[in-house]
């Protein structure tokens, strides 16, 4: 029997009666499902990677000391454009004294007429300063320098990308899906960022097949580099069944899957149902909901917190 009241119970069958002034404080909202077919996805463990033609590193030739320019050395975030100055390095060691290199350099010139010229070159580019430039147009992603560091040659000082060309890397660890995947979905925070499948490697690494996507659009912008992430990619093959967004499922008592079906105005009823993900925000049911059925997609968790 219904108990009426002004505020929601559960009821001994397990269904709720919530009324209508608790429904709109709540903000319950439902759906009327119908069958359809879709693709569904398989989750990959994934890293934001730099676009290698829309990123580069600054790396130093030569060993010495970092200088900056007038304007300074240029920080994390700061938008530079291709070919700007970053910083110099010196060989110098300091104003006073003179480098092992200026003074093999000066060894060499004495015996120009002795040494082959090859030696002699390289020594004159030891001693010169090296002028670091941005490779393209962006943001400094990292930067590992500051005035007076001794750096080695070969050392990485700054990384500049493109934020919006990032792309994202996967690992499928079965082989057999290689020529069956295609784009994908991910989540950061309640944002659903959509993936356009680049290529799947050839070769295995870790004995995974590396998957390579590239982040739509303007999306790219609330990605960050290095994050780590979960791939949704979508097969080739199609299942059937209702398309609920990932939220309407939760959990009932017995910790298996429910949904939550208005079956009257006020009158909620739990429903086992088996699902497919289908995308970093959507599931489909293929079994437990029927057409027509009416079901709870905002508010589920709250209804199924009713005692």
């Keep these: 029997?219904?108990?009426?009241?002004?505020?929601?119970?559960?009821?001994?069958?397990?269904?709720?009666?919530?009324?209508?002034?608790?429904?709109?404080?709540?903000?319950?909202?439902?759906?009327?499902?119908?069958?359809?077919?879709?693709?569904?996805?398989?989750e990959l463990a994934g890293r934001v990677v730099m676009d290698p033609n829309a990123s580069g590193k600054v790396q130093t030739l030569i060993t010495g000391r970092v200088r900056a320019d007038e304007k300074g050395l240029p920080?994390?975030?700061?938008r530079v454009q291709k070919g700007q100055v970053l910083a110099y390095v010196s060989s110098e060691v300091d104003t006073e004294g003179r480098s092992l290199a200026q003074i093999r350099l000066d060894r060499?010139?004495?015996?120009?007429?002795?040494?082959?010229r090859r030696r002699l070159e390289e020594a004159q580019a030891a001693v010169a300063n090296e002028v670091l430039r941005a490779p393209i147009s962006g943001v400094i992603a990292t930067a590992n320098a500051s005035v007076g560091q001794v750096v080695e040659a070969r050392d990485i000082l700054f990384e500049v990308i493109d934020p919006k060309r990032l792309m994202v890397e996967g690992l499928l660890y079965d082989p057999g899906l290689a020529s069956s995947i295609g784009n994908a979905t991910m989540r950061i925070g309640q944002t659903v960022v959509p993936l356009t499948l680049v290529g799947v490697s050839s070769a295995l690494r870790d004995q995974a097949l590396p998957v390579k996507y590239r982040v739509n659009g303007d999306s790219a912008v609330a990605v960050q580099l290095n994050l780590?992430?979960?791939i949704f990619a979508s097969l080739t093959r199609k299942v059937e069944g209702h398309v609920l967004p990932v939220q309407a499922v939760v959990r009932g008592p017995s910790n298996q899957s429910?949904?939550?079906?208005?079956?009257?105005?006020?009158?909620?009823?739990?429903?086992?149902?088996?699902?497919?993900?289908?995308?970093?925000?959507?599931?489909s049911v293929t079994s437990g909901l029927q057409d027509r059925d009416r079901v709870v997609i905002i508010g589920a968790s709250l209804v199924n917190q009713v005692r």
């Design 108 to 116: 060499l010139s004495n015996l120009a007429d002795s040494v082959p």
């Design 228 to 230: 780590l992430t979960t």
């Design 75 to 78: 920080t994390i975030g700061q």
């Design 258 to 283: 429910i949904v939550w079906v208005k079956h009257d105005p006020e009158r909620f009823e739990p429903r086992l149902v088996t699902f497919t993900p289908i995308s970093a925000d959507q599931v």
């Design 1 to 42: 029997t219904a108990v009426s009241g002004a505020f929601p119970q559960r009821q001994p069958d397990g269904s709720v009666v919530m009324p209508k002034a608790a429904q709109r404080q709540l903000r319950i909202q439902t759906l009327v499902v119908k069958k359809e077919q879709r693709s569904p996805v398989i």
